[in-house]
């Protein structure tokens, strides 16, 4: 039997699983969005595109499964092209579905075209122009495949009107041959005893747990090496999650807004294991440096990450997870006591000379994000919830303050640093989880960036909560000027905020705003009290440091 | 900064140059010359990339083609080992006083004339590029109109060769 080529985009999102879209329709997607209807799978209108492409992003972290996000031709691609970029730095496995104008039009800068695979090659890891509606089911295929393996990334298929709406005879391929596409899962047997032996021989080693961890789904592996070989963790801000961050042997967050004992280990290291991790400039600005003090030894799947921004003494190219599983067989514990001593003396120090600063705030004073992230923390003790952030100083609070116990919890944009991303991320990691709490943090400078899906959240009533730090500032730019720029604060200035909470009842949302530290613990009780949205506008002092 | 050879097969569809050029682009890596065109598989292009940079430049190079799914294959070629040869058209002044002497030039440097006018002469040549350059200087003194390089094209010598099927090579 003959079907569309919209059809057939549908029937192959139910062959690969797919129970929930993201998306916006428009003229050149219509095809689809009519196919969608004799469908089951659930679509989740987004108020912009960008907040599908982001909504695609958390919902994929959370369940594992590949995101998917729709859009039409033009406008509606491009808006999601800052949520393509943002999944390609975070690894991220999506699939974009954009319409397109008619074939015999492309390159006639017509009504709503736009160049979409040219525009996200850079930040695809693939994408494809259908012209031939024969090509759809070998390419819906490949898409997932390609988006899901080695090193996840977003892809996007932009996929003509007259495609979608010519006839085909549908055949989903059961298996796919990509030539130049096989990616090294299998760690080299040489390389991995190397690892072992430089393990066993390390006075002072440290593993730098990145979010490769979290996606290759290696925590059981990780917590298994950490403990027989007694190596304390760091972890990039992509790779909180991958050990509980109470765990003593967790040191914390690494890098320029990262934990001191994290920094202090990875300088004072003889060997450091990088798993998952590509060794970005906000995590380790002077990787040469750091590298010719300790041994480096680094593990990732893409291996073009290896040696590209640190020298590396053992690079293993593979799946992290079966490269621990195969370490763990020939490993032995070497003698770190001396070290673990150490670290535990700093950190000792270091807790001692804070004592004062962090918990003998000032009740009556302006909230305090890192003694509210705490607190709520404290209170979701046994509780799952996925926390997302917006980027920015409620990230870095939440980063380093909030307990995570668990991969896949905390969701943040990592390596783009996106604001506006939070939200519409909390949107997706709802649709997936729809049992789990979902917290965003946010600041009031990003929360602006996608507020318009406090439409999602209600019409889609999604039980959200929403914490805004809100100083009225660019927090982040803000701290940066007065240090770096001698206080010439330049436009981060956002005095005439709207009342947040009057926007979110205008939404149909409930919401509160609290100015002062006391009120902190029974405002988070009564955001917790019950399944619905929430938005908790807090009023944090402009002064108030990120670290 | 020395230059280094990269021999790439990639599938042969719509897009994939521009997926390569725009790599060296957004990577900040400098293209000396590109010159592309099919295979003995039509569904395979051969590329040849001559990039100017220290080893761990090519290296990110390589490993950066390599990610693309489009590239098949990736290969330093070294410059011992492999033939290597680009082509060249120059258009030169000819008045009829310093015709004979081109013409004895290009016959030293086995080029050939391709076409000649009243007031010019187009010669063909083909070797590496030392061997270019040399022609190009020693015909600069006639004032040289236009000329157009292909860029490097190389193969490996002897049996070694890539294969698009699968890694291994003979």
Avoid at chain 1, 154 to 172: A, C, G, M, R, T
Avoid at chain 1, 420 to 441: D, E, F, M, Q, S
């Amino acid at each position: 039997m003959k079907v569309t080529g919209a059809q057939a985009i549908i029937k192959a999102l139910e062959i690969e699983n797919v129970t929930h879209i993201f998306g916006y329709p428009g003229a050149a997607i219509c095809p689809f969005y009519n196919a969608l209807l004799d469908s089951n799978i659930k679509h989740i209108l987004t108020r912009h595109e960008q907040g599908a492409a982001h909504a695609a992003n958390g919902y994929a972290r959370v369940t594992g499964k590949t995101g998917v996000c729709v859009a039409t031709s033009g406008p509606g691609a491009t808006n999601l092209i800052t949520g393509i970029a943002t999944a390609y730095m975070d690894s991220i496995p999506i699939v974009a579905i954009t319409g397109q104008v008619p074939t015999n039009l492309i390159g006639r800068d017509v009504f709503q075209e736009a160049d979409i695979t040219g525009a996200t090659a850079p930040f695809c890891k693939h994408n494809y122009l259908v012209k031939n509606v024969e090509d759809l089911p070998r390419i819906l295929k490949e898409a997932f495949h390609i988006a899901s393996s080695g090193r996840p990334g977003p892809v996007l298929i932009d996929v003509p009107i007259d495609v979608q709406n010519s006839e085909l005879h549908f055949k989903y391929p059961e298996e796919i041959d990509i030539r130049g596409y096989k990616p090294t899962y299998k760690g080299h047997p040489l390389q991995i005893k190397r690892i072992a032996e430089a393990i066993e021989k390390a006075k002072f080693p440290v593993i730098c747990a990145g979010g490769g961890i979290i996606s290759g789904k290696a925590r059981d592996e990780l917590m298994e090496l950490v403990i027989k070989c007694n190596i304390p963790v760091v972890t990039t801000l992509m790779g909180i999650g991958s050990i509980p961050t109470d765990h003593e042997m967790c040191l914390g967050m690494l890098g320029s807004h990262g934990s001191y004992f994290a920094n202090y280990a990875i300088h004072n290291a003889d060997l450091i294991i990088i798993m998952g991790a590509r060794v970005g400039d906000r995590a380790m600005a002077s990787a040469n440096k750091i590298a010719e003090k300790a041994s480096i030894i680094h593990i990732d799947i893409d291996p073009a990450e290896i040696g590209k921004n640190i020298d590396v003494e053992i690079p293993v190219v593979g799946d992290v997870k079966s490269i621990l599983q195969d370490l763990l067989q020939v490993v032995k514990k070497g003698d770190t006591d001396e070290w673990l001593e150490k670290i535990r003396k700093v950190r000792q120090e270091h807790t001692a000379k804070r004592k004062g600063t962090d918990e003998d705030i000032d009740q009556d004073g302006a909230v305090k994000p890192k003694f509210l992230l705490k607190m709520l923390s404290k209170m979701m003790e046994d509780d799952d919830a996925v926390i997302t952030t917006e980027v920015g100083q409620n990230q870095i609070w939440a980063a380093n303050n909030l307990t995570i116990r668990k991969p896949g919890k905390f969701i943040t944009s990592g390596g783009m640093g996106t604001m506006g991303y939070g939200l519409p991320a909390a949107v997706g990691a709802k649709v997936g989880c729809p049992n789990t709490r979902v917290i965003t943090i946010s600041g009031d400078g990003s929360f602006q960036m996608s507020l318009q899906e406090l439409g999602t959240i209600k019409q889609h009533k999604l039980g959200i909560k929403i914490v805004i730090l809100n100083n009225s500032r660019l927090g982040m730019v803000r701290e940066l000027q007065k240090m770096k720029y001698c206080s010439r604060y330049s436009h981060v200035s956002l005095e005439d905020n709207p009342d947040f909470v009057k926007l979110a009842y205008a939404y149909g949302i409930n919401g509160e705003r609290i100015t002062k530290n006391f009120e902190v613990e029974d405002a988070l009780k009564r955001m917790l009290s019950d399944d619905k949205a929430y938005l908790l506008d807090c009023v944090v002092d402009p002064e108030e440091p990120t670290l | 900064m020395a230059k280094h050879i990269l021999s790439v097969l990639v599938e042969n569809h719509a897009g994939v140059l521009s997926r390569v050029a725009g790599l060296f682009s957004r990577r900040g890596f400098n293209i000396d010359s590109l010159a592309v065109g099919i295979t003995e598989n039509p569904e395979v292009s051969r590329m040849t990339i001559v990039v100017d940079g220290d080893e761990y430049t090519v290296e990110q190079v390589s490993k950066q083609l390599n990610k693309l799914i489009n590239v098949i294959r990736v290969k330093k070629l070294e410059a011992q080992d492999s033939v290597r040869r680009e082509l060249a058209l120059i258009k030169v002044n000819a008045s009829a006083s310093t015709r004979s002497e081109i013409i004895q030039i290009v016959e030293i440097f086995r080029a050939k004339i391709v076409d000649v006018s009243k007031n010019t002469l187009t010669i063909e040549v083909s070797g590496d590029e030392e061997k270019v350059g040399a022609l190009e200087d020693m015909l600069k003194q006639f004032g040289i109109k236009e000329i157009v390089r292909t860029g490097l094209i190389a193969l490996e010598r002897g049996n070694r060769h890539i294969k698009a099927n699968n890694n291994d090579e003979e």
